[in-house]
């Protein structure tokens, strides 16, 4: 597979997960924002908890299969001279990696929350 080709479906594909960590992020923040207004009650949490579950999948499988490119890329980067496809690569990089970290973010923050509530109701919620 030559470098253009490469690039490409590497952008594509972490173009894909950087949708779905944007969904994730929102998913999370919807379900924290339900988890605060029905004071800690679970129970209405579970739909959300079961689609982000199936995001979280769909990332996984999209990143088993585009594991053996990046293991390419990795070994070829450096070789590789820039171009507008390299930047753009890079690009849809560097976003993914603020996408994850605000979910991730997200993600704490509901955890701390559901933490406090347990300790609050002396473990159990």
């Given amino acids: 597979m030559d470098d ?5 479906e590497l952008s594509v594909s972490f173009t894909r997960q950087l949708q779905l960590y944007g969904e994730l992020k929102k998913l999370v923040d919807s379900t924290f924002g339900k988890l605060v207004l029905s004071r800690g009650d679970v129970s209405r949490i579970v739909p ?3 689609r982000k579950n199936a995001l979280v999948s769909t990332i996984v499988t999209e990143r088993q299969r585009v594991q053996p490119r990046i293991v390419e890329w990795q070994e070829r980067k450096a070789s590789t001279t820039d171009s507008p496809g390299r930047r753009a690569l890079d690009e849809v990089l560097e976003r993914t990696e603020r996408a994850i970290k605000e979910f991730l973010q997200s ?3 509901m955890k701390r929350y559901l933490e406090h509530i347990v300790s609050k109701n002396g473990g159990e919620s």
């Fill in 48 to 50: 959300a908890m079961e």
């Fill in 107 to 109: 993600e704490d923050q």
């Fill in 4 to 8: 253009t080709t490469l690039i490409s």
